[in-house]
Nanobody
Framework: EVQLVESGGGSVQPGGSLRLSCLAS????????VTWLRQAPGKGLEWVSH???????TYTDSVKGRFTTSRDNAKNMLYLQMNNLKPEDTAVYFC?????RGQGTQVTVSS
């Protein structure tokens, strides 16, 4: 059974930083493409980033240069380092091994 558990969300002021973590189990993490999604209030799911098994990451335009996705295959962990956060980054963030995803962690950016 695929299980994904996110942590690290919280409330920060604009310009602040957060690091999200995701512990994965139930599938061969080392050889899997894993994904970060987010859902802002009243909006649909948005793809944020994914990272290949080899560590190559791709980002949606709105977060390029601010967010960094990384992975630790030895620990089955996925990370999302978010810097220079903006109010429009407010959302529930999910890690995913599509079509499966975790329950999400709330990120709120507000002054």
């Amino acid at each position: 059974e695929v299980q994904l558990v996110e942590s690290g969300g919280g409330s920060v002021q604009p310009g602040g930083s957060l690091r999200l973590s995701c512990l994965a189990s139930g599938f061969n993490f080392n050889f899997s493409l894993v994904t970060w999604l987010r859902q802002a209030p009243g909006k649909g799911l948005e793809w944020v980033s994914h990272i290949s098994s080899g560590g190559s990451a791709t980002y949606t335009d709105s977060v390029k240069g601010r967010f960094t996705t990384s992975r630790d295959n030895a620990k089955n962990m996925l990370y999302l380092q978010m810097n220079n956060l903006k109010p429009e980054d407010t959302a529930v963030y999910f890690c995913a091994k599509l079509p499966h995803r975790g329950q999400g962690t709330q990120v709120t950016v507000s002054s």
